[in-house]
């Protein structure tokens, strides 16, 4: 296992697209990536490295810093620390309860499984 004190994210950051289930990711929140390989990422959940294929994935170059709401779900999920919160129609943004920061919400076409 990759003692993760030693290493740093690349900054880049994924999380599971909209159609994966079955998997150690928790829909909606975002998850350090610490390499990516040509079909796989390595991913930092609760302190330990995983494998997951990228085509699991969606990754971005920065941090996100708006609200997912989960598709058939009733929450949301926090950019920051994680958290899930319920909602029902998502407000302009919110203040999470866990971390006290105020996040917008993502438009919700954003997360959404590839056509």
Not at 45 to 68: D, F, G, K
């Amino acid at each position: 296992m990759l003692d993760l004190l030693d290493r740093q994210p690349t900054g880049r950051w994924a999380r599971l697209r909209d159609d994966v289930r079955r998997c150690r990711l928790r829909r909606g929140a975002w998850y350090p990536v610490l390499s990516l390989g040509p079909d796989e990422a390595v991913v930092v959940v609760r302190q330990e490295s995983v494998i997951i294929p990228q085509a699991y994935l969606e990754i971005v170059n920065t941090r996100p810093n708006r609200w997912t709401v989960v598709p058939g779900e009733r929450y949301a999920v926090c950019p920051n620390c994680a958290a899930r919160v319920a909602v029902g129609t998502p407000p302009e943004q919110m203040r999470c309860a866990h971390c006290s920061g105020v996040f917008e919400f993502e438009p919700e076409h954003e997360y959404s499984a590839p056509h």
